[in-house]
């Protein structure tokens, strides 16, 4: 079982920075690979980022690549995305996932059904 819960949402003007935390509760944090997800009222939610268990693949979806970072300390059971150059249609409750169901520690999805841990969300707005 783990814990998740997302920190450092806020508002921002177009153009700024946030950096997005997620603690996990539990020892075993450095097995999951992790992801983000946004959802906008009345949308579905939709893929950000994922990293794998050992940080060492990375994957973006096509509105955020060059823009976000994902990024992990294993140590400190905490996933992290720095989010750069921020957009008004960046608005959006951000959440973050987990999953034990990759087999390699290469392994990331940036689709939701694998993912079997999800936070509260933390909101984030980008005013323009």
């Known amino acids: 079982q783990v814990q998740l819960v997302e920190s450092g949402g806020g508002l921002v003007q177009a153009g700024g920075s946030l950096r997005l935390s997620c603690a996990a509760s539990g020892r075993t944090f450095s097995r999951y690979a992790m992801g983000w997800f946004r959802q906008v009222p009345g949308k579905e939610r939709e893929f950000v980022a994922a990293?794998?268990?050992?940080?060492?693949?990375?994957g973006y979806a096509d509105s955020v690549k060059g823009r976000f970072t994902i990024s992990r300390d294993n140590a400190n059971n905490t996933l992290f995305l720095q989010m750069n150059s921020l957009k008004p249609e960046d608005t959006a409750v951000y959440y973050c996932a987990a999953t034990g169901r990759a087999y390699l520690i290469s392994s990331y999805f940036d689709t939701e059904s694998p993912y079997d841990y999800w936070g509260q969300g933390t909101q984030v707005t980008v005013s323009s």
């Open positions: 990293i794998s268990s050992s940080g060492g693949s990375k």
